[in-house]
């Protein structure tokens, strides 16, 4: 992230994402607005828009339709746009070809859908301005809170610097435990203090049991974790970067397994490859790979790998 941010060949600002106790990111927030000045720090806009359904009913509350007309027209959207609904739909087809009022809703809520419809305050996003708020963005009073009326990829383009104070739940449960055991056990246990290779830690992992484990709790990963069988700490990172839908798709996480395991001779896809795809079995993997790939390769600059790394992630 740091080279990122420093990355002179690359036009545009990166945003920065931090992690935060949930119940304490206010006071993140707080802090950013003391430091840099109320006049400089807002939190940022996001719109709801209209969805097929919602146009419809807004739509036909307007037109005085009947209400259970209005409904039946909506419930008979399966989901997309509307003309993606009058395709997929014969019964909605078949009522907006005899039904002059549902015709009429339905051409009305087409061209509404998608449009804003309410505003609220962005889960994570602030902005920081070098001069006040106003110089860049016209602000909006939302509740108690003043929030940007420009919404994000507008002030990114602006050039302004977005952070994504994220409240992470598993953080603020981390911290109540690690209360409850100095309590209980009378153990004052520091995070940085905890063991990165605890045997105990990975054969409970790999058997499956991670409900509440962060972003190792879905079906699909608690079947792929038992696959895996983790040994390391690097083995989770590895495990997180294959449970996406690229690599699910592709068949790279079958090929991965069977590597690791020894059941699949690893291959490279050229000599002198090895030394950077040696520690993932062959298997491209992690996007800083990619990076140093076409640095060896292709003779990229650090700074061209990255924006060749960012338009591969879009």
């Known amino acids: 992230?740091?080279?990122?941010?420093?990355?002179?060949?690359?036009?545009?600002?990166?945003?920065?994402?931090?992690?935060?106790?949930?119940?304490?990111?206010?006071?993140?927030?707080?802090?950013?607005?003391?430091?840099?000045?109320?006049?400089?720090?807002?939190?940022?806009?996001?719109?709801?828009?209209?969805?097929?359904?919602?146009?419809?009913?807004?739509?036909?509350?307007?037109?005085?339709?009947?209400?259970?007309k209005t409904d039946k027209i909506a419930k008979s959207i399966p989901g997309g746009t509307i003309a993606e609904a009058l395709e997929e739909s014969d019964e909605l087809k078949e009522m907006y070809q005899q039904d002059d009022e549902v015709q009429e809703v339905l051409d009305y809520s087409a061209r509404l859908e998608g449009l804003p419809r309410h505003a609220s305050t962005h889960a994570a996003g602030v902005v920081i301005t070098k001069e006040e708020l106003t110089e860049y963005t016209p602000l909006y009073q939302n509740g108690g809170e003043v929030t940007t009326q420009y919404a994000m990829d507008d002030l990114e383009n602006l050039g302004l610097l977005k952070m994504d104070f994220l409240g992470l739940r598993n953080l603020t449960v981390i911290d109540k435990t690690l209360d409850l055991i100095a309590d209980t056990q009378q153990v004052d246990l520091g995070v940085n203090e905890i063991e990165f290779q605890d045997e105990e830690v990975f054969e409970l992992l790999s058997s499956g049991h991670t409900l509440g484990v962060f972003q190792l709790e879905s079906d699909g990963i608690r079947r792929l974790i038992t696959k895996l069988q983790p040994e390391e700490l690097e083995d989770v990172i590895a495990l997180l970067a294959l449970y996406r839908p690229g690599p699910l798709g592709s068949g790279m996480v079958d090929d991965y397994i069977a590597r690791r395991h020894g059941e699949q001779e690893i291959e490279y896809p050229h000599p002198d490859l090895k030394e950077i795809l040696e520690p993932t079995y062959g298997v491209i993997l992690y996007q800083e790979q990619i990076m140093q790939l076409v640095q060896e390769i292709a003779g990229y600059s650090l700074g061209q790998a990255d924006i060749l790394r960012r338009a591969i992630g879009n």
């Open 1 to 68: 992230m740091v080279y990122s941010l420093l990355n002179t060949e690359k036009s545009g600002v990166e945003k920065i994402d931090i992690d935060f106790c949930y119940e304490r990111r206010d006071e993140v927030i707080e802090y950013v607005t003391r430091k840099y000045g109320q006049d400089r720090v807002a939190q940022i806009i996001t719109f709801g828009t209209m969805a097929a359904r919602a146009a419809v009913r807004d739509v036909g509350r307007v037109l005085d339709v009947d209400y259970d």
